[in-house]
T-cell receptor, first 113, second 112 residues
Framework: KAGVTQTPRYLIKTRGQQVTLSCSPISGHRSVSWYQQTPGQGLQFLFEYFSETQRNKGNFPGRFSGRQFSNSRSEMNVSTLELGDSALYLC????????????FGEGSRLTVL | AQSVTQLGSHVSVSEGALVLLRCNYSSSVPPYLFWYVQYPNQGLQLLLKYTSAATLVKGINGFEAEFKKSETSFHLTKPSAHMSDAAEYFCAVNSGFQKLVFGTGTRLLVSP
């Protein structure tokens, strides 16, 4: 079974631009979560989607948004990029049997210049 | 609110020595606790989980952790370190649906 796939793996943007990151969950997993990982703030929860509905949201500004499609694939978008948005963005999926048992992708590393 | 604290940002051991990574939790409800491992340039992989069944939990790669309510701890151990164990380890607590609150991580260094 294929794992969680995130694209692109690496990208460079400049301040003020926007970016869209994509996540394909493991087949059969209906829940997709996003996390931001930075050296300073560590791993922080962004949001979780289940059956196309946002079920939980972290403490991030409105520039961070996401969505989930009917095939469970998910995208997250960051608008008006700031230098501090440079991070590894991790997507995780789960069948939801055990709360918190997540299967992570390898991440999308965003650099904002 | 649920939280976890990992003591020690770096732990160094020799190959074959005991590995002990410390995690203390704070939770207003019986917690679900997890240890995840991250190898360089990779995502996180679940090592083991505590979901209020047995207090001693065994995971992959020879790791185990013991839930101690009286000490609010969930320390990760492995009897004998291997070079391949070098990675960053994160303790986490579930905070509603699939939201995890992670600790700051402990980097395990293994020397020959």
């Amino acid at each position: 079974k294929a794992g969680v796939t995130q694209t692109p793996r690496y990208l460079i943007k400049t301040r003020g631009q926007q970016v869209t990151l994509s996540c394909s969950p493991i087949s059969g997993h209906r829940s997709v979560s996003w996390y931001q990982q930075t050296p300073g703030q560590g791993l922080q929860f962004l949001f979780e989607y289940f059956s196309e509905t946002q079920r939980n949201k972290g403490n991030f500004p409105g520039r961070f948004s996401g969505r989930q499609f009917s095939n469970s694939r998910s995208e997250m978008n960051v608008s008006t990029l700031e230098l501090g948005d440079s991070a590894l963005y991790l997507c995780a999926s789960t069948p939801g049997i055990v709360a918190g048992e997540l299967f992570f992708g390898e991440g999308s590393r965003l650099t904002v210049l | 609110a649920q939280s976890v604290t990992q003591l020690g940002s770096h732990v160094s051991v020799s190959e074959g020595a005991l590995v002990l990574l410390r995690c203390n939790y704070s939770s207003s409800v019986p917690p679900y606790l997890f240890w995840y491992v991250q190898y360089p340039n990779q995502g996180l992989q679940l090592l083991l989980k505590y979901t209020s069944a047995a207090t001693l939990v065994k995971g992959i790669n020879g790791f185990e952790a013991e839930f101690k309510k009286s000490e609010t701890s969930f320390h990760l151990t492995k009897p004998s370190a291997h070079m391949s164990d070098a990675a960053e380890y994160f303790c986490a607590v579930n905070s509603g649906f699939q939201k995890l609150v992670f600790g700051t991580g402990t980097r395990l260094l293994v020397s020959p």
